[in-house]
């Protein structure tokens, strides 16, 4: 029986992948190790799907239009931990879970957790704010709803607007984690989630 397990990236990702053929193959040259009819059923965080294909046809030696298909009903960050947890998925490549997912996974049994990579996590303003970086500070100051003007920071008298993700987010996750701990966010509205 295969062992669940999850493949935990510490922060945002963005990746892409390019290939000169539609097909790709391992890089030493060899046949592939899992037919793709065997591949195991994998989901993650959204961020991942680039990473999950490029693995799928890589693993298999699949067309890159197989891979796609292989992530056809990709969950999401949270929604792949408990999918894993029930035995739904094999393997998932997701940032860590949210803290109410931690509690839901409780019930069952652990899973193995390997970090395999770190990224970070970017704050972009628009190329026509004079604020070229801000301190973490600024940022908690920022997200909690203390700093609500761009004045405060250096920039022009103008109300910031702070982008959020959803809570059970695997970004929004991290920013916790990196940055806000349990201090209460700035009150969101639809137009900034």
Same mark, same amino acid.
């Given at each position: 029986?295969?062992?669940?397990?999850?493949?935990?990236?510490?922060?945002?990702?963005?990746?892409?992948?390019?290939?000169?053929?539609?097909?790709?193959?391992?890089?030493?040259? $060899?046949? *592939?190790?899992?037919?793709?009819?065997?591949?195991?059923?994998? @989901?993650?965080? !959204? &961020?991942?799907? #680039?990473?999950? /294909?490029?693995?799928?046809?890589?693993?298999?030696?699949?067309?890159?239009?197989?891979?796609?298909?292989?992530?056809?009903?990709?969950?999401? $960050?949270? *929604?792949?931990?408990?999918?894993?947890?029930?035995?739904?998925? @094999?393997?998932? !490549? &997701?940032y860590e #879970?949210?803290? /109410?997912?931690?509690?839901?996974?409780?019930?069952?049994?652990?899973?193995?957790?390997?970090?395999?990579?770190?990224?970070?996590?970017?704050?972009?303003?628009?190329?026509?704010?004079?604020?070229?970086?801000l301190s973490?500070?600024?940022?908690?100051?920022?997200?909690?709803?203390?700093?609500?003007?761009?004045?405060?920071?250096?920039?022009?008298?103008?109300?910031?607007?702070?982008?959020?993700?959803?809570?059970?987010?695997?970004?929004?996750?991290?920013?916790?984690?990196?940055?806000?701990?349990?201090?209460?966010?700035?009150?969101?509205?639809?137009?900034?989630?």
């Amino acid at each position: 029986m295969m062992k669940k397990a999850a493949i935990i990236l510490s922060a945002i990702i963005l990746l892409t992948v390019s290939t000169a053929a539609d097909t790709l193959h391992p890089a030493d040259g $060899t046949a *592939p190790q899992i037919s793709y009819e065997n591949y195991p059923r994998i @989901d993650g965080s !959204l &961020a991942c799907v #680039p990473l999950c /294909e490029a693995v799928a046809s890589r693993v298999t030696g699949c067309s890159a239009a197989q891979a796609e298909e292989t992530l056809n009903d990709f969950l999401n $960050t949270n *929604p792949s931990y408990l999918a894993l947890a029930k035995g739904e998925r @094999d393997l998932i !490549l &997701a940032y860590e #879970p949210a803290q /109410e997912t931690k509690e839901q996974l409780k019930e069952y049994e652990p899973l193995q957790m390997d970090p395999v990579g770190k990224d970070a996590l970017v704050f972009i303003v628009n190329k026509d704010n004079p604020v070229k970086s801000l301190s973490q500070e600024e940022l908690f100051g920022i997200f909690t709803g203390k700093i609500t003007n761009w004045q405060e920071v250096g920039g022009n008298n103008i109300p910031i607007k702070a982008f959020r993700r959803p809570e059970t987010s695997g970004s929004q996750t991290l920013l916790r984690v990196l940055l806000l701990g349990d201090a209460p966010m700035v009150e969101e509205t639809m137009e900034l989630v």
